[in-house]
């Protein structure tokens, strides 16, 4: 699979080398086509396989990571939201003008906008694939994404809590000179923004970047006016992304087979980036709710929709999941829906929840904890791989779930934050209740056992969720959202969901 990917990619290279392109381009071959629906094109982690390093070989230590990377990334996704709830209004902070204090962990950023793209894909929709992390020691899932002109290929995170879709790259190496311009040592993947003939700089000097991308870590740093926009993210476990804000052509394959390409979409050029939340990726596919997301931009095209189905992290390789912009047909058994809660703390998506039950008791837990106006509530997180819940739902749940598994040894392992492991010798699911979230509308969420009851090890499994600090938000991860597949329908600010293979 991996050649044919590259196949395709050449001859569309070839193609772009001869043909004036503008709007849609034939695929030759390999493209779903599904009456009229358009979709980007998929990759499978397996095609991911052996071009990603930094993988511990223990499955303990990958959890360790992945527990880890959560860790950050939750402190991050709290501050903000408490920044947002606090009355603080969006965060506005400049790194350059801050201390090295904390930087939310998610990948903010830039501009785009201007959704006036002619052509509205209403009866199509647009799709990538996704591939799980779990491969790469990290939680987090992947998809492959084309930029520039002629398009390159990136593998990104596809992470709903940022709003700014940013890649490693490289700028300004034509000349072959300096120190930054190096040929890749380590083999990285890269976006070359100068082999791009689309790739526009956003200027210092602009509104957009004084303005609008300032709340998303530009620095004033502008030296002449038509210097680029740059930005500088710091991460609290010492990642780091800093770059150039620029213009750039997405181009997506479409479900009919066709190509569309999206222009003027806001990327990060990420110069440097470093640290353990972006080793195995590229970079991140900004799918918050913000003007500057991609997501926002490709689904304004495509009915206002994007969809993903998370296939199980521990699946087959070769089982594929989707990430689509328009409707997808996706197998499921029953769709349920909840409203969609957009505009309080953005990019994030949150949910309205009644509450939880598990084995058909509701669990008491105060309502202002899933009370997103006040200062609790619920998002739901690609990015972050377990489900954190606040103290108060936090010790109910855990409570419960423990009490049923009374008769397996607790270990004590150092597994961070995951404070409750054991041996799984003779476990079946059945001797666990069922854990039902009960969000707004009646839509009622009954992920697998083995969404919270996860396996750790060889004979050790873990109950997947990690308490967070009361006021905050609690998430739902995207351990407890695989084998679901989920539609955001930002036009009629509604969740759907309903269980799937993800096939
Ligand atoms: C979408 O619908 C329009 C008319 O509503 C039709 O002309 C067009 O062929 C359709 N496109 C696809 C890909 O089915
Ligand atoms: C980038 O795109 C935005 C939105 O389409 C547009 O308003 C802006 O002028 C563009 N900037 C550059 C430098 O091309
Ligand atoms: C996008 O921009 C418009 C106008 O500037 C604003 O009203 C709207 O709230 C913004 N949307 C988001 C999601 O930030
Ligand atoms: C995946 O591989 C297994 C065996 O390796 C095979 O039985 C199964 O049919 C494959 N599934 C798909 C969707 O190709
Ligand atoms: C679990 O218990 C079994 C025997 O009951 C033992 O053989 C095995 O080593 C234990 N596993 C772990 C990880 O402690």
Redo the contacts with the bound molecule.
């Keep these: 699979m991996v050649t044919h990917t590259r196949q395709r990619g050449f001859s569309l290279f070839i193609i772009c080398l001869f043909t004036i392109v503008n709007y849609s381009l034939k695929f030759t071959e390999g493209i779903r086509v599904s009456d009229g629906a358009v979709k980007l094109e998929l990759i499978h982690r397996h095609h991911l396989q052996g071009e990603r390093r930094n993988v511990a070989a223990q499955p303990l230590e990958r959890l360790r990571q992945l527990v880890h990377s959560d860790a950050v990334r939750l402190r991050g996704i709290s501050l903000k939201v408490m920044l947002i709830q606090g009355g603080a209004g969006p965060v506005r902070r400049r790194v350059s003008e801050t201390d090295d204090a904390f930087i939310p962990a998610s990948t903010n950023g830039g ?6 793209n002619k052509e509205q894909f209403s009866n199509v929709s647009g799709q990538l694939p996704i591939s799980s992390g779990a491969d790469f020691g990290t939680g987090q899932y992947f998809v492959q994404f084309r930029v520039g002109s002629p398009a390159q290929k990136v593998v990104l995170i596809a992470d709903t809590g940022s709003d700014l879709t940013w890649m490693n790259c490289k700028y300004r190496c034509r000349g072959g000179g300096g120190g930054g311009c190096r040929r890749n040592s380590n083999k990285r993947r890269l976006f070359w923004a100068d082999r791009s003939s689309s790739f ?4 210092c000097s ?1 509104t ?1 970047c004084t303005n609008d991308l300032a709340n998303l870590f530009s620095l004033t740093r502008c030296p002449s006016p038509i210097s680029p926009c740059a930005y500088d993210y710091r991460y609290s476990d010492g990642s780091a992304a800093q770059g150039l804000f ?2 750039e052509t997405v181009t997506l394959s479409l479900t009919n087979g066709r190509k569309t390409r999206l ?4 990327i990060g050029c990420s110069i440097s980036s470093s640290g353990p939340t972006f080793q195995s990726a590229d970079g991140v596919i900004g799918l918050g709710y913000s003007n500057y997301s991609l997501a926002v931009k490709a689904s304004n095209l495509f009915r206002g929709i994007f969809s993903y189905c998370l296939v199980d992290h521990l699946s087959p390789k070769n089982i594929s999941s989707y990430l689509t912009f328009g409707s997808a047909k996706q197998q499921t058994d029953t769709m349920h829906y909840t409203a969609l809660i957009l505009d309080v703390i953005n990019p994030f998506y949150a949910v309205s929840m009644n509450g939880i039950s598990i084995g058909g008791s509701m669990l008491d837990i105060p309502a202002e904890v899933w009370d997103v106006k006040g200062s609790g509530g619920v998002i739901l997180d690609s990015g972050t791989s377990l489900t954190s819940l606040v103290g108060p739902a936090y010790r109910p749940v855990m409570a419960a779930l423990t009490a049923s598994l009374s008769g397996f040894e607790k270990l004590g392992l150092d597994v961070g934050p995951l404070e409750y492991c054991f041996n799984s010798t003779g476990f079946v699911e059945s001797v666990v209740p069922r854990l039902v979230f009960h969000f707004g509308d009646g839509a009622r969420f009954e992920p697998p056992v083995k969404s919270y009851v996860i396996d750790a090890a060889p004979g050790v499994k873990c109950l997947g969720f990690v308490g967070g600090a009361w006021p905050g938000v609690s998430v739902v991860g995207n351990i407890m959202q695989q084998n679901y597949f989920w539609e955001f329908d930002l036009v009629n600010k509604r969740l759907g969901f309903g269980s799937s293979s993800c096939k």
């Design positions: 501009g785009g906008g201007g959704s006036n526009r700089t956003v200027p602009s957009t620029g213009n222009h003027n979409v806001l």
